[in-house]
Every structure is written in C-alpha cells, then in structure tokens.
C-alpha cells in the first residue's frame, strides 16, 4: 500500500530497547495494590466497594462515566483496606483517591462466561463485553474503547508503531502474542463495522512483522504497512495521514472522517475479553535505562507500585538519576518510586546522569525556525511563546494552541534551551481554565436572560387576563342595565298619564291588610323584573319560606 509523509518530525538515534532483552517476564504481583479513582482525562471514577470489602479477579471496584459505565477490574483477589489520597501519575503533583488492595495470595477470579461465537453477536453485545471487561485504549489516551466503536466507521487501524525511543512493549507483544492482535483486530473491525483493517508496524520491527504476516491467513481482509520509523508517526493523526492521506480536521477527532485508531495491546486484551472471558487486570510495561540492573519487557498486574516492577529487574543501579514514566520526550519525570501503574501506563524509564539531557540556561528566541520546520502538526511554535509570554491565551488558541500534541519536538531541536512544552501546557491549562468560566458566564447569563423573558411572560398575562375580565363585566353591565331601567321608566310613564287624565276620583277605601298585601305585590314583581334573566326564578304571593328549625 502506498503511504504518505507527515510534516516535520524527528529521526532519533535508537537506544538500547528493553524489547531487545529477551522475552515478556511476569512481574510478581506485590502484596498490596493501588487503584487511582481517576482517569488519564481527569475524570472521577465511581467507586463500587467499601474499605472492609473482599473482591476477586476481575471483579470491577469502580467504573467510568462513560454511556457502558466501563469497569475497573480489580487486579487480583483480596480485601479493600482502605480508601485514600495518594500521589499520581500527573504533571500536576497533586494527589487522588485511590483504592487500597491487600492480595489474599488465593488470585480467585470472578466469573465472565467466553464468547466463542463472537462472530453472531451484535456489535452493542461485543461493547458491552468489553465495557465489562475494563478495556480501555492502552497505548497512553485511555478512552473507553467500547465508547469509541460507537461511531460508524470505514477504517480501522491498529497501532503497533512505537511512538518513542526506549518503549518496546508493543513490539515485544507482537513479537510473542500475535494471535491474539490479529484476531482482536478482527474483533473491534467487527464491532465498528470497518471495512478496511490494518495494523502498522514500524520498518525496523523485522520479528514482530514477521510474526503478524504468520496470522494473516486467518484474516484475509487484514493488511499489514510498515511505516518509517519518524518520531511520532506512532501519533494517532500522523498514523492516519500516512496511511489515509487524510488530515483530522482541528478540534474534531479521528471518527469525523470514519477512521479510528487503537493500539495492538488494545486489540489483544479486547481479544482476551471476548474469547477467553479475561478482565483488563494486567498490561506489558517496558522496563528500559542503564538505571536498572536488569531491563525487560515485563506483564505486571495493575495497581503495581513502581519499585515492585524495578525489585523484579534486579533493582537500581549505583548512577540511577531519574525515573520517569513514559517515553523520554513526552513521560513524566516522578519524584519517587510509590507511584502505582495503571492502564495507560506502557513503559518507565531509570534513566543515569549520561542519558538525561544536560540542563543549560534558557537563552532569548533567535527566530531561526528550526521548530517550525520539526513541528508534526504545522503550528508555529514561536508565535505562540510569543503570544503567551505576553498573556494572550485567547491570541495562541487562535494559532492552534489545541491542536499541539505536546511531542516534544520544538524542544529538542530548540538551540536555545527554551522549554516549550512547558509553556504550551501552561497555556493550554489556562485557556481551558478561561473556556470553562466563560461557558459558565454565559449559562448564568442565559439563565439571568431567560428569568427575564418568563417574568414578562408572566406580567403580559396577568395584564391580559384583567382586561378580559374587564371587558366581560362590561358586557354585563350593559346587559343588565336596561332591565334595571324599566321600573323607573313606568312609573314615569304612569305619572304623565295621571297628569293627563285630571284629577282621579277618590279611590274606594281599602282596610290596612289590603293596602300591605298589594304594596308587597308590587316589590315582588319590581325584584322579579330587576333580575337577570338566567336567574329568574317563579315568585307567588303566597310562597312562604320555611322555617329555619324545620326538619
């Protein structure tokens, strides 16, 4: 297949690679274990088990917010001793809550029935499978792989190319285990429905290509590329511009153009997970630098403090001087060894005085634009120190801020000793800072708005429904109003009509009984015409009203 080349990167002279150094060495699983209540994201888990409780192997004791809630296996069986803030594995220094394991030394694994029929299972059964299982992308962004083959997808790519110097895990998994990633890699095809499927190695893996071309035959739609070794064409966007020629567009993610991208370790466990019913309960961690008596390729189980996996290389050297975990351009240095490994963690590094990089004063930007030539992502790092040197976050982010992968290769070429890694993460921190609060603002400002709109609503209405009771008490009144007029009017008309008639004849005395009776007559028949006529109610001159203690 034809390949692509990225912008910028770096060929680095190889170091002695722990992959190089036999085979995959078991790391004995220490007596007590450490689980971060946190993701590589910063995300909180949600812890399922109480200190006092006893789980077995695989038994999930926490899971992610994600839509399959993905588990955290528990590595081993034993009892949860306590809960508690220890330090991580984070540029911030800052502890988490963690989950504190004594092993029972039994291992007793909870039950998870295999899948052997994988094939007939519905892509939503597969996920759910590995949401259980705990899996998670293991080649250092640990996102919930089943979350990740939601999206619908024409191509998936398994990453085998190693994206640092020093880092051998994946080379040594394929090395030993490559009929487990080639059938993982058909299962998570499967389950995102991909068509196109390939696995990338880089052109110097000689052993590990040849030990995937062997399971080819059982996948016949699989391809295998083997792409320079150009640090970090193992990035995930540089991967899929070599072998797509397609660029991610900026601030999207790779399933925008169809394409996802998951490590061969990734694949491997998903792999375990269907077929064998295994949690994600350990993981292939190189051991590398002149700092270690003896560096390996080891399988350490998660959870396993860093001086555990150093104790079963032989331990330290004399000229020890610095500990990092990850690779040597985007790890982490660590102040100490007590720092639990965990899913995403794929090597550490012991590294002597001779192989770390001579610090040397900073030194003023010469413009030379040796690190906009390495940048792999396009982006014009010298701009951006500029902007930021000058508190213009919002000016940075504008250039792409977001975009930078943070590989590192400004700084390394950089003559002028600036660490710019160092100042991109910053400002990435404050402009994400600066984005959350105004989001903030503007839904308090929508909240403040939309009070407004429903308090006007509010007062139209009540001015609405008081002029229509208005106006209904007006049609009353003038419905009522002439019935009212009438009695008065007759007796005007009687008054006009004696007064034309003369003087009347005296009227026939009448006794006092007669008088009352017929003035009583009257009033009833004036009441009568007064009321309205829904409300007109039959009056005799003779009704009586009961009596108020009548039964």
């Given amino acids: 297949m034809s390949l692509h080349r990225i912008s910028g990167g770096l060929v680095l002279a190889a170091p002695p690679r722990a992959s190089a150094v036999g085979a995959i060495r078991i790391c004995p699983p220490p007596s007590r274990l450490y689980l971060p209540l946190i993701e590589s994201s910063g995300r909180a888990l949600h812890c399922r088990v109480e200190p006092g409780q006893h789980v077995l192997r695989g038994e999930a004791v926490a899971h992610a917010a994600d839509a399959l809630a993905t588990a955290l296996p528990a590595p081993t069986s034993g009892r949860i001793v306590a809960i508690e803030n220890r330090a991580i594995a984070h540029a911030s220094g800052l502890a988490a809550p963690t989950l504190v394991l004594d092993a029972d030394g039994d291992d007793a694994t909870a039950p998870m029935p295999p899948l ?68 993982g890699a058909a299962v998570l095809a499967h389950i995102a429905g991909a068509t196109n499927l390939t696995i990338a190695l880089e052109d110097r893996m000689h052993e590990a290509a040849a030990a995937i071309r062997a399971q080819q035959h059982r996948f016949p739609a699989l391809r295998v590329a083997l792409v320079p070794t150009v640090y970090p064409q193992g990035g995930e966007r540089q991967l899929i511009e070599v072998l797509c020629g397609r660029e991610v567009p900026s601030g999207d993610w790779p399933v925008a153009i169809g394409v996802a991208v998951q490590n061969v370790a990734t694949a491997a466990a998903a792999w375990r997970a269907v077929a064998h019913g295994e949690a994600l309960t350990t993981r292939i961690i190189s051991l590398a630098g002149r700092g270690v008596v003896a560096p390996g390729v080891f399988e350490v189980r998660l959870g396993t403090p860093i001086e555990a996996l150093v104790a079963a290389a032989g331990g330290y050297t004399p000229d020890a001087a610095r500990l990092v975990l990850g690779g040597p351009l985007m790890g982490l240095a660590l102040p100490h060894d007590g720092i639990a490994l965990t899913r995403t963690s794929n090597a550490v590094l012991v590294l002597t005085q001779d192989e770390v990089r001579q610090s040397a004063p ?45 590989c590192g290769c400004c700084a390394y070429v950089c003559p002028s000793q600036i660490p710019l890694v160092d100042w991109y993460r910053n400002g990435k921190s404050a402009l994400a800072t600066a984005t959350a609060e105004r989001r903030r603002a503007d839904h308090a400002r929508e909240r403040f708005l939309a009070r407004n709109r429903r308090l006007a609503r509010e007062q139209a209405d009540k001015v609405a429904r008081v002029a229509a009771r208005r106006e209904q008490l007006t049609q009353e009144q003038a419905v009522v109003a002439p019935l009212q007029n009438e009695p008065a009017e007759a007796d005007a008309r009687g008054a006009a009509l004696a007064v034309a008639e003369g003087p009347a004849t005296p009227a026939p005395t009448m006794d006092k009984s007669a008088v009352l009776a017929a003035i009583a007559r009257g009033k009833a028949k004036r009441a009568e015409r007064a009321k309205p006529p829904h409300e007109t109610v039959p009056v005799s001159a003779d009704h009586v009203p009961p009596r108020e203690d009548a039964p």
């Avoid at 030539?373 to 010298?382: I, T, W, Y």
Wanted: hydrophobic share 40%.
């Fill in 116 to 183: 052997p029929g994988w094939a007939d299972e519905t892509p939503h059964a597969l996920r759910r499978r590995l949401a259980d299982a705990g899996i998670v992308g293991l080649g250092g962004a640990g996102y919930a792989t089943a979350e990740k083959l939601a999206w619908p997808l024409d191509t998936l790519i398994v990453n085998g190319a190693e994206c640092e110097p020093y880092i051998g895990c994946d080379e040594a998994l394929m090395r030993e285990r490559a009929a487990d990633v080639v059938a």
């Fill in 362 to 406: 900073e030194l003023p930007c010469i413009r030379c634009g040796d690190c906009a030539d390495a940048c792999p992502v396009r982006l014009q790092p010298q701009e951006l120190l500029r902007l930021l040197r000058h508190g213009d976050q919002a000016g940075a982010g504008v250039l792409g801020l977001a975009d930078c992968i943070e």
